[in-house]
């Protein structure tokens, strides 16, 4: 995401309080989501076929590549062309695409190795490099260099770790399909806001 100054965090800011309370999360998403695409994401430059790849599938929604640093051989990418950072920010129609292009790559991808690993990784720790959604799919072989492993730890109560999990489940309510952003009223809002300011 570009920097932005502190008198335009203000303004994003005072921008998003005008709207009732139920909104202003969403009218936060249309203008990071704005934000993140004005930053260069190597994925959306991918997309935008700004950045040369070897794709090996691509639709409206959604373009694979081969990872030009793979793991193994045939390590593939597999992204949404919109900008998103999550897996829970796909469309339900999305999701369902998604599932049907992974089902398709890992069948490929086995039948040129021993296996495939599927991988998704959201947020700083768990190694995600880029805030744009990806999936790393990796031929897997015998004794090959890829290690995904952990320590595994005792854990006390599951049925209190099951209860936190299932009350952090996202309210399910039909998704609003996304409308473009518009510059020019989030411009205008901004401004006026600015007029307003002591």
């Known amino acids: 995401m570009p920097k932005l100054t502190k008198e335009e965090l203000k303004e994003i800011e005072e921008y998003i309080k005008s709207f009732p309370e139920e909104e202003r999360e969403e009218k936060l ?5 704005k934000l993140s ?3 260069q994401c190597p994925f959306c430059l991918m997309s935008e076929g700004k950045i040369n790849t070897t794709k090996i599938y691509e639709d409206e929604n959604f373009l694979a590549v081969l990872e030009i640093n793979p793991a193994n051989t045939g390590h593939t990418l597999l992204f949404p062309k919109r900008h998103i950072k999550y897996l ?8 369902v695409a998604l599932i049907k292009i992974i089902k398709k790559l890992n069948y490929s991808l086995s039948k040129l190795s021993n296996g495939v690993s599927t991988i ?7 190694g995600q490099k880029f ?10 072989s015998k004794k ?3 290690i995904i492993s952990w320590k595994g730890k005792e854990v006390k109560d599951l049925e209190k770790t099951k209860e936190k999990i299932i009350e952090n489940f996202p309210e399910e309510r039909p998704r609003i399909e996304e409308q473009p952003v518009d510059e020019e009223r989030i411009r205008r809002e901004l401004k006026k806001f600015k007029k307003r300011l002591p």
């Open 29 to 33: 998403k249309e203008i990071t989501s």
């Open 144 to 146: 090959d260099d890829v």
């Open 131 to 140: 805030y744009h959604l990806t999936l790393n799919l990796i031929p897997r």
């Open 37 to 39: 695409q004005e930053s």
């Open 88 to 95: 829970s920010e796909l469309t339900e129609q999305e999701t």
């Open 120 to 126: 998704i990784n959201e947020g700083e720790y768990p």
